[in-house]
């Protein structure tokens, strides 16, 4: 029996996410037990999860996980090699996952390790930080220097999302030796955060749309695509959309107070390129954060990349609080075969297994501090709902159990 592991937000879990589950199993195994790193509260676009985490661990394990781990805020909300370094290292340490397994728009996970290893290479080391310091945009940079070494066909593959974010799984396996084995499933349906317009309704939604319905409240709309009685399990917690335009003003008085430096502290800021007086003028200067967008936002910096440095500086982050590595595995949701993984993870895991909110306080300082940031960036998501709930949830909640 091999162990799947997933990397996932799950924002929400939805029909494509129990697809993904559904054809790993059916090359590995219908009892092949799946673990997933998912993101807590924040997500990787600089944005509110549209439900807490508990909530979502509960509709991955009724859509056929089995053991749901945190990803840690600051792995979450960062750049796509960061959010897999922090991800992959979570899975690895847990000591039981034999394959991951990932979705990508091209369905070839030979194709696409062959451009990790060029992006792990010197060589492209050298080649993306000359096309750079040129004033090229990063993204664009990247792609030409794999032109270069691979040819325009490997290069186009770093064009799409999810392609993208499977080569940064491979690359963190590769430099962390891991002996976990990819494999990847064919991403179909709706394109990456595309929306309907005027069509039939397709097998497969993009979250972005399934997201839409559900700040309309269109639950009809919705339910078909929530597997596993996912609609009832949203709507028995659901109180509307978060986001940060419900804490706007707060949000806007931490820009107004940061400096420059602030703004060098924080993670893929733009420090090299002299950005931060950028972002200290626009912060002092906006009156709304679509404002703050329009007076921020470099040419070739892409809007995801903003809203999460707002992200860290809502929540009162720098970078000096992401640690090398995750230092702990912590639980938010498990079945009965879940439960099972748990017991080898004792035996086998790397790092210490948090089932309780009071383990934290046994850890080392370095783990005590992260869980306390994160339960600082729980109860600032919380300022995010339509109806705030007292603080403090990060201490008292504990697994979600089915």
Known sequence: MQVVGIVAEYNPFHTGHAYQIARTRAELGEDAPVVAVMSGCWVQGGRCAAADKWTRSRLALTGGVDLVLELPTVWAV????????????????????????????CGAADRLRQVAACLNSPVYESGVRRFVDEGMPFAAAR???????????????????????????????????????????????????????????????????????????????????????????????????????RVERGLLARLRTMTAGDWAALPDSGAAEGLPPRLERAGKQCRSLEEFF????????????????????????????????PPYLRVLGFNARGQELLKAMKAQAALPILT????????????????????????????????????????????VRL
Not at 78 to 105: N, Q
Not at 298 to 325: K, N, Y
């Open 356 to 399: 309780k909110p009071a383990h934290a306080r046994e850890l080392a300082e370095p783990g005590r501090r992260l869980f306390a940031l994160e339960a600082r960036c729980t109860d600032l998501y919380d300022l995010c709902l339509p109806e705030v709930p007292a603080p403090g949830r990060e201490w008292t909640t504990g697994p």
């Open 78 to 105: 960062s750049s796509a090699e960061t959010f897999a370094r922090g991800a992959v290292g979570i899975l690895a340490a847990a000591g039981v996952v034999d394959v991951l397994s990932f979705g990508s728009e």
């Open 143 to 245: 792609q030409e220097v794999v032109r270069g070494i691979l040819g325009p066909e490997r290069s186009a593959l770093l064009s799409t999302p999810n392609n993208n974010l499977g080569v940064e799984y491979l690359r963190a396996l590769d430099r962390m030796g891991s002996a976990i084995r990819p494999v990847t499933v064919r991403r179909e349906g709706a394109p990456h955060d595309s929306l309907l317009v005027g069509e039939t309704p397709p097998e497969f939604l993009s979250a972005t749309q399934l997201r839409a319905f559900l700040e309309a409240e269109d639950w009809r709309a919705a339910e078909p695509y929530l597997p596993g009685g996912g609609a009832e399990v949203l709507r028995r917690s659901w109180g509307g959309m978060p986001g940060l335009r």
């Open 294 to 325: 329009q007076l921020a936002k470099p040419r070739h910096w892409t809007q995801a990349r903003l809203r999460r440095l707002l992200v860290w500086a809502f929540l009162g982050l720098t970078r000096a609080d992401r640690p090398d590595a």
